[in-house]
């Protein structure tokens, strides 16, 4: 069954998005790779270095400045912006006080787009005048100062500890969901706050990407060698079909083992033969191939029309169930 996602709730800074519904398991899969990869992996821009008139390092004042330098860098590393260009920007500022200062008195840049022109860089008071230049980069996750120093900076800019994620916070909670008679499967409520840089769509597709992307490598380089089967020794690949066991028979599947794994809802059985198979505990095709004829008869109300009605929808999969013709039991009618 293939799963439904709903985006529940959307502003610019907040999504909740559901998944369901999903295998037992897979809400705790899903959603932890999801958070680490939204957490760490989602590219950004932020401030990186500040060059200031009259200051050489963080533990100084600017005269007529309300905040301390150091006031100043942290105010400066939560402003929130998209950079388009791949090199850094330079951005320059000047102000004069009577005055609050904020992101909109940056002198514009056409790479560089602030996200909220209201955030505050600091206060000014009368008289005074503040004149800085600001190294824009983009990049992931958090950066400390403690980073090795670009070649471009001047010998008097400081560097500040860069926030280049757009993602505050995420969380996700896997809850039980029920279709049908099953009720162990899965739904996933994955919550996702950013800065308003990236909406949460955007933020949760660019982390499916990422990790498809190493999921790829493994489904290109993992590979068997040709005519190799998984779990056979070479000595079993050289056995003779009629020397096998027939319990070792494969069963012979259309779409690979991934079938298996599909409940028996898809195979649009009877209401009366299906009710029989999750009475006797087969909820998927998996379960039911596992079961031999004579097995699959001792299902309380399942006969012999049904079994017959079963093996046809298998047919349809290519997929037989094991045999046992040579029992002699009468097959009983429903």
């Known amino acids: 069954m293939?799963?439904?996602?709903?985006?529940?709730?959307?502003?610019?800074?907040?999504?909740?998005i559901v998944v369901e519904p999903?295998?037992?398991g897979y809400g705790v899969t899903l959603g932890n790779s999801l958070r680490r990869v939204l957490l760490s992996s989602i590219k950004g821009a932020a401030i990186t270095a500040v060059r200031i008139e009259g200051v050489l390092h963080e533990y100084s004042t600017v005269p007529g400045l309300k905040e301390d330098v150091l006031?100043?860098?942290?105010?400066?590393?939560?402003i929130p912006l998209r950079c388009h260009s791949p090199e850094a920007r330079i951005l320059h500022l000047e102000a004069e006080g009577p005055k609050e200062i904020t992101a909109a008195d940056i002198q514009p840049d056409s790479e560089v787009e602030f996200v909220d022109p209201s955030s505050v860089i600091g206060t000014l008071e009368k008289g005074h005048r503040l004149v800085m230049d600001l190294y824009v980069e983009q990049g992931t996750g958090y950066a400390t100062t403690d980073r090795p120093r670009p070649s471009y900076l001047p010998i008097d800019a400081l560097m500040v500890d860069a926030i280049f994620s757009p993602i505050q916070r995420v969380k996700y909670e896997v809850q039980n969901a029920r279709v049908g008679q099953r009720t162990d499967y899965d739904r996933l409520v994955l919550e996702v706050w950013t800065n308003?840089?990236?909406?949460?769509?955007?933020?949760?597709?660019?982390?499916?990407n990422i990790l498809k992307g190493y999921f790829a490598l493994f489904a290109e380089e993992v590979r068997l060698p040709e005519g190799e089967i998984p779990g056979r020794t070479g000595q079993e690949e050289l056995q003779r079909p009629e020397e096998s066991h027939p319990e070792d028979k494969a069963v012979a599947l259309a779409d690979g083992d991934?079938?298996?794994?599909?409940?028996?809802k898809d195979l649009?059985?009877?209401?009366?033969?299906?009710?029989?198979?999750?009475?006797?505990?087969?909820?998927?095709?998996?379960?039911?191939?596992?079961k031999s004829r004579s097995e699959?008869?001792?299902?309380?109300?399942?006969?012999?029309?049904?079994?017959?009605?079963?093996?046809?929808?298998?047919?349809?999969?290519?997929?037989?169930?094991?045999?046992?013709?040579?029992?002699?039991?009468?097959?009983?009618?429903?």
């Open 268 to 290: 649009e059985l009877s209401v009366r033969s299906e009710n029989c198979l999750l009475r006797g505990g087969v909820h998927t095709i998996g379960d039911l191939v596992s």
């Open 296 to 334: 699959l008869m001792k299902i309380r109300n399942l006969g012999k029309i049904s079994l017959r009605e079963i093996e046809e929808k298998l047919e349809k999969f290519s997929i037989s169930l094991p045999g046992d013709e040579a029992s002699e039991e009468p097959l009983k009618e429903d």
């Open 258 to 264: 991934s079938i298996l794994a599909r409940p028996i």
């Open 22 to 24: 999903l295998e037992r």
């Open 2 to 16: 293939r799963p439904e996602i709903k985006l529940e709730e959307s502003t610019p800074r907040f999504g909740r």
């Open 196 to 208: 308003g840089v990236v909406s949460v769509p955007e933020a949760v597709s660019e982390a499916c």
């Open 71 to 78: 006031g100043l860098m942290i105010n400066l590393k939560h």
